[in-house]
């Protein structure tokens, strides 16, 4: 299957719709959610992946659409609305023991947000998706308390993580890195020595996609898109969970569906504007992204040489674009 950062050329179809739920049924798994949380959440840092996947509490899973008051349900729900504020939609929204917190009197848990961005450069409107990911942390952390009042618990405040995996449109500077954005502590005037559990509470961790880096994060998320069942269970123990492993299978043959669509629409495309043409779009798209010339060459029918002309003639444009006007050469007639 090819990576799923293709996909945006099809997005508007009815399969891809479909690829974007099945991505999400997966990443309601806890073989699938625990790896993550090891590798990124410093408080499972220290953990195996099975102690992790027992910290999961499944039962906060639940797809429960609520009003912004949690504390009249059990389970924590995938959307949160209340009079005044935007209604959002988490992709996978659960509870999690915090193993540094729990001993065998009080339980400790950390509020987690999973979210699975395909476009990491939103448009209409356009806007950092940073912004989007700390509004999400926020929201959760102030739906733990529902209506303030004067005897509010604020001491009842859990420490909140919101994680996005982003696979699309990510700069090729930012490629293959992942960045924790949380609260300090800086002393101003003199030394305060506060307990850090008592404002570390809001922690946004962005995982952006798109290259060739083999370390474990990105390995393993590659191997759950791809569908590559061996390679996930270098990570994790998927060969118990059929159901897991049909889901892995059905997303892959959606991914696979998508491909054939694009390559369909793709020919329409040509008849319609010159069959040249839209493949000259298609590799130039697949350089963007930093696919390699072998996977281009497999997937456009085009030579090696026929991809470098097309590299070469979109530098050139580039560089006249950047050209003051007066310096520019005369356009060929």
Same mark, same amino acid.
């Given at each position: 299957?090819?990576?799923?950062?293709?996909?945006?050329?099809?997005?508007?179809?009815?399969?891809?719709?479909?690829?974007?739920?099945?991505?999400?049924?997966?990443?309601?798994?806890?073989?699938?959610?625990?790896?993550?949380?090891?590798?990124?959440?410093?408080?499972?840092?220290?953990?195996?992946?099975?102690?992790?996947?027992?910290?999961?509490?499944?039962?906060?899973?639940?797809?429960?659409?609520?009003?912004?008051?949690?504390?009249?349900?059990?389970?924590?729900?995938?959307?949160?609305?209340?009079?005044?504020?935007?209604?959002?939609?988490?992709?996978?929204?659960?509870?999690?023991?915090?193993?540094?917190?729990?001993?065998?009197?009080?339980?400790?848990?950390?509020?987690?947000?999973?979210?699975?961005?395909?476009?990491?450069?939103?448009?209409?409107?356009?806007?950092?998706?940073?912004?989007?990911?700390?509004?999400?942390?926020?929201?959760?952390? !102030?739906?733990?308390? $529902? &209506?303030?009042? /004067?005897?509010?618990?604020?001491?009842? +405040?859990?420490? @909140?993580?919101? #994680?996005?995996?982003?696979?699309?449109?990510?700069?090729?500077?930012?490629?293959?890195?992942?960045?924790?954005?949380?609260?300090?502590? !800086?002393?101003?005037? $003199? &030394?305060?020595? /506060?307990?850090?559990?008592?404002?570390? +509470?809001?922690? @946004?961790?962005? #995982?952006?996609?798109?290259?060739?880096?083999?370390?474990?994060?990105?390995?393993?998320?590659?191997?759950?898109?791809?569908?590559?069942?061996?390679?996930?269970?270098?990570?994790?123990?998927?060969?118990?969970?059929?159901?897991?492993?049909?889901? @892995?299978?059905?997303?892959?043959?959606?991914?696979?569906?998508?491909?054939?669509?694009?390559?369909?629409?793709?020919?329409?495309?040509?008849?319609?504007?010159?069959?040249?043409?839209?493949?000259?779009?298609?590799?130039?798209?697949?350089?963007?992204?930093?696919?390699?010339?072998?996977?281009?060459?497999?997937?456009?029918?085009?030579?090696?040489?026929?991809?470098?002309?097309?590299?070469?003639?979109?530098?050139?444009?580039?560089?006249?674009?950047?050209?003051?006007?007066?310096?520019?050469?005369?356009?060929?007639?």
């Amino acid at each position: 299957m090819r990576d799923e950062t293709k996909i945006d050329l099809y997005a508007a179809s009815a399969i891809s719709r479909e690829y974007d739920e099945a991505c999400k049924r997966i990443f309601r798994n806890k073989e699938i959610i625990a790896p993550i949380m090891q590798m990124v959440v410093p408080e499972y840092k220290n953990c195996t992946v099975a102690e992790v996947m027992r910290c999961i509490d499944s039962d906060t899973m639940e797809e429960i659409p609520v009003e912004d008051v949690p504390a009249k349900i059990e389970g924590l729900p995938t959307e949160l609305s209340s009079v005044t504020e935007k209604l959002i939609r988490y992709d996978v929204h659960f509870k999690s023991v915090n193993p540094r917190l729990t001993n065998t009197h009080i339980c400790v848990h950390l509020h987690i947000d999973l979210e699975v961005q395909n476009d990491y450069k939103p448009r209409n409107p356009e806007y950092p998706i940073i912004k989007r990911a700390l509004y999400y942390a926020v929201r959760e952390l !102030s739906s733990q308390l $529902g &209506t303030l009042t /004067e005897t509010t618990d604020y001491s009842k +405040l859990e420490k @909140v993580y919101s #994680i996005w995996i982003c696979n699309k449109n990510v700069p090729p500077e930012l490629r293959d890195t992942a960045t924790t954005y949380t609260i300090h502590k !800086s002393d101003m005037i $003199g &030394t305060c020595n /506060e307990a850090e559990e008592d404002f570390d +509470l809001l922690n @946004v961790i962005m #995982i952006r996609r798109g290259g060739h880096s083999r370390d474990k994060i990105f390995d393993f998320l590659s191997a759950v898109f791809d569908g590559e069942i061996k390679r996930m269970e270098q990570y994790t123990n998927v060969a118990e969970n059929e159901e897991l492993k049909q889901e @892995v299978a059905h997303m892959s043959g959606l991914g696979a569906s998508l491909l054939e669509e694009g390559i369909e629409q793709g020919i329409e495309q040509g008849i319609e504007q010159g069959i040249e043409q839209a493949t000259v779009n298609f590799v130039q798209r697949m350089l963007e992204e930093g696919e390699s010339t072998e996977k281009i060459m497999m997937y456009s029918g085009c030579t090696r040489e026929d991809i470098e002309k097309i590299k070469s003639r979109a530098t050139e444009e580039q560089e006249t674009a950047d050209m003051p006007e007066r310096r520019r050469p005369a356009r060929r007639r």
